[in-house]
Structure formats: C-alpha cells, structure tokens
C-alpha cells in the first residue's frame, strides 16, 4: 500500500518541446508559456508532445514555473530532482525506509575529497554518506534506470563512493525510481557503458545500492510506493558473477 509523503502545489500542463537542457515549452490555460527544467537526462521517453504534464509556480527572474511530473502509466513521473529529495528527504525522516529505518539526516552536501554527496545520515549504528540518483527511465519489463545518457559526475560520485567504502566509511548510493509501478532497479547500459561497468563491478565489491519508488497523482500527491526497490536479478547476478 502506497504511503504519502508530501503534496506539491501543482497546475495542470501540456508539454510542447525542451528548448534546451533547462527550459521546457508548454501549454498551460490555453497559452503558451516557459518552465525551468531541473533533471539533466534526456528524459525522451516522457518528453513527448502533448503529453500532460504538472507544474509548479517559482520566483524566478526569468522562468514563472518548474516542470514537476509528465503523465505515465495511471500516474505521473516526477522528473523534478528537487521534489525527488524531498520525498526522499520525507521517507527518511519518518523511518519508511526498510534500508535507513534508523536514521535522520543530519546533514546535506557533505564535502568529500574535491567534491560533494547529498547528504550525511545519523543512524543507530553511525553515519552513512549517500548520493541519490534520479532514475525515471522505464525498461520493458518495468525497471527502473538510470542513466538515460553519458553522465561523468555519475561515474565520478560511483569512485567516490568505492573509494570512501574501501577506507572503511558506510556509504550508499539510492536511486529514485520516480513514477508508478517500478518493478526493480538496474543501470541502463545503453545509456552509458562506463557508469555500468563502474556500477556493476562497485556493487560486486559490497557498494550498498539501493532504491525506492514513488510517484505523483493527478492532485499533486507524491506517494511512497515502493520504500524498498528490489535491484534487477539480472543485473545482481551479473555483479555476483564478477567476484
């Protein structure tokens, strides 16, 4: 049973096309209008004309909303990676998570060698450093992947992670399988073989990797659907056979 985490003030839209990495055109109260586009992937799957869509108002100097969801499958996928961390932020908090039951976030961007994770977790057993991934890319069979397309900071934050685990400090990477009826995780290959293979062979090493799945209604309601995302047997058995 879907649990609720937060309600995002929403407006019905319509999308028309991405203009560039960050600016989407729409169709909202039958004008034309602009929104600022938070999550880098290519997102092509979801992007699609006419498809509907919610936004969220801003105060931005050039941009009146922020792309949240587009419509897929009954529900709607959350492609907005600030509404992703709050959800996330709200599952830990209230203890959702069957992998961080424990904990609490006791900070957000922990600086770490030269560069930053997401966020330091305090948990009964001590502190986990964690980087959360946005994985709205829907496989065949229903999973739940990420990249959509090359990505080096992901790759970088994979080595950083290994790196940390092998001095000895629990680390996690959490992907956010951010539309309804997730079936299990596993990194798209396709979309970039470098981060798969890093991945792959990190999870084979002891990465903790884990994921949950939510989603949005058509009322702006994100809802906990899945607090623990099993990964792809495919993909943990091609891990196992790496050690």
Known sequence: MSTLLIRVPVR???FLER????????????????A??????????????GRRCKIAEINGKRLRYRLVALEDKGGYAVIDTRTQSRAFEE???RGLLCFFHDCRIAGR????????LDYVLE????????????AVLRGPSGEAMYPDCP?????????????LMGSGVRVAIVFIAAFPGARC????REGDPQLYEVLTNALSMGLEVRALGIYMDDSGDIYLEKPCLDLCEDWVAEAVSER
């Open 151 to 163: 990505t080096k900071r992901g790759v970088r934050h994979v080595r950083e992670l290994v790196r």
């Open 109 to 116: 961007e922990p600086r770490v060698g030269e560069g930053r």
């Open 91 to 93: 599952a830990v908090e």
């Open 185 to 188: 995780f596993k990194p798209f």
């Open 12 to 14: 019905d839209c319509v």
């Open 36 to 49: 600022h586009i938070t999550n880098t992937g290519r997102l092509e799957e979801l992007l699609v004309r």
């Open 123 to 134: 948990c009964n057993s001590g502190r986990v450093l964690v980087e959360t991934k946005s």
């Open 19 to 34: 203009l560039n990495r960050f600016v989407a055109k729409i169709l909202v109260e039958g004008r034309v209008d602009l």
